[in-house]
């Protein structure tokens, strides 16, 4: 292995360090959905329980909470996208956190899988430079 082909070696070392500090970021980012998610469903959920003039705590956020009285209409505003609300009721609403929820599970999946290989390229690209650098006479990376 010649010097231009160390470089492009360490370069792309680089690149897998890049690329799998994306996918954690990543990796928060969906981790921090389903948290949301979550606590959305707990919340719905409660709301499902209280009957009219029920009054409830709702959170907005922060650890900070409303106080709110439950009307006979039981419908929950749900967000579908670019700032845009549909109204439904709170097992429609369930439904799509479920299903929010799972979609966020499979590209929780894809994001491991992805990592796992990038980790996989990179381990087996520094063994290699490790051993070319030894080769060469030199001490160990």
Known sequence: MNEQELRQALGAVEVYKAQLEG???????????????????????????????????????????VRARVEKNQSILVNVGSGISVEKTAEEAMQLMDA?????????????????????????????????????GGQPM
Request: hydrophobic share 40%; no cysteine; proline share 1%.
């Open 23 to 65: 996918i954690l970021e990543q990796q928060q980012l969906v981790q921090m959905s389903l948290e949301e998610l979550s606590r959305g469903k707990a919340t719905v959920s409660e709301f499902m329980k209280a009957a009219e003039g029920d009054e409830v705590l709702v959170p907005v956020g922060g650890g900070s909470f």
């Open 100 to 136: 929010r929820a799972q979609e966020m599970m499979d590209a929780m999946k894809k994001l491991s899988e992805s990592r796992q290989v990038i980790e996989m390229k990179s381990a087996q690209l520094n063994q290699m430079l490790q051993s070319e650098y030894e080769r060469m």
